[in-house]
């Protein structure tokens, strides 16, 4: 039995020293084979940088996925495209940096793909997540039946209609981007853990990890506001799959979420 960790969206210095202070931890804990985690905030909030990637690979994570903050910092632009555990979407168009998809070979030969989308309702209209997840998903199974999704996308309707569509295809669709942590964990009728979202991995007296009185008042102004990382207690989020190596079917399901005071 595979154990597979996903981390919710890491967010800033707070979210990686989470990362620092409890993934070792989990994964003697657990047991853990394999780690996931979602970094398109992990650089002051918005996007990565390369050094910042290599931090958190350093600290545990296997592969890093992303998502609509892919590029915000510039240097990213080049080291995506040399490093393969690094994905962003892959449902942008053909010819962007980098890649949206992997497949890992572990211990005994066994391999795990790991696929990173985002959605298109309220986010940049991308190519259709549902037809490329269905291209991808074809050709990693000719490898391995372990497949993940990063669904990174806005609305609940289309990260619940996507698992849906991907019930009994792969072993799990883990919605991220909305940085809070949903209660509709459950493995679907056909063996495809699912989650609408798996949270944030940062500052937990915060507005989804910045400061809470920045985006009170910008609210109140409605005038830009320059938003700035919140600190304080620290707050894991994650979800922890148990999946069959033979079936790629998830077989357990469990939401993880510690605070860690600072």
């Not at 979602?38 to 998502?67: H, K, P, S, W, Y």
């Not at 495209?81 to 572990?106: C, F, M, Q, W």
């Not at 699912?194 to 009170?216: A, C, F």
Request: aromatic share 6%; glycine share 10%; net charge negative.
């Amino acid at each position: 039995m595979l154990k597979i960790l996903m981390v919710g969206d890491i967010v800033g210095r707070p979210g990686r020293s989470t990362v620092r202070l409890l993934l070792n931890k989990y994964r003697k804990q657990y047991g853990l084979d394999f780690i996931i985690a979602n970094g398109e905030n992990a650089a002051g909030g918005n996007g990565i940088t390369g050094e910042i990637a290599e931090e958190l690979f350093n600290n545990n994570i296997d592969v890093l996925t992303m998502g609509n903050h892919t590029w915000d910092k510039k240097d990213i632009i080049e080291y995506i495209d040399h490093e393969p555990n690094l994905l962003r979407p892959a449902n942008y168009p053909p010819g962007t940096p980098g890649n949206g998809s992997i497949v890992v070979k572990l211990r005994n030969n066994i391999k795990i793909g790991v696929i990173n989308l985002a959605g298109r309702v309220f986010l940049t209209p991308l190519d259709c997540p549902f037809r490329a997840a269905s291209d991808l998903v074809a050709k990693i199974k000719r490898e391995t039946p372990v497949v993940i999704i990063d669904f990174h996308a806005e609305a609940t309707s289309e990260k619940v209609a996507f698992g849906w569509f991907m019930d009994g295809k792969v072993s799990a669709v883990i919605g991220t981007h909305t940085h809070v942590q949903t209660a509709d964990e459950r493995i679907l009728p056909l063996g495809t853990g699912y989650i609408s979202d798996v949270g944030m991995t940062g500052p937990r007296d915060s507005v989804l990890g910045v400061k809470k009185e920045l985006i009170v008042e910008k609210f109140l102004s409605q005038l830009p506001i320059r938003f700035e990382v919140a600190d304080g207690t620290l707050q894991f989020n994650g979800l922890l799959l148990h999946v069959n190596e033979t079936t790629g079917k998830t077989e357990h399901i469990q939401r993880l979420q510690e605070f860690v005071e600072i």
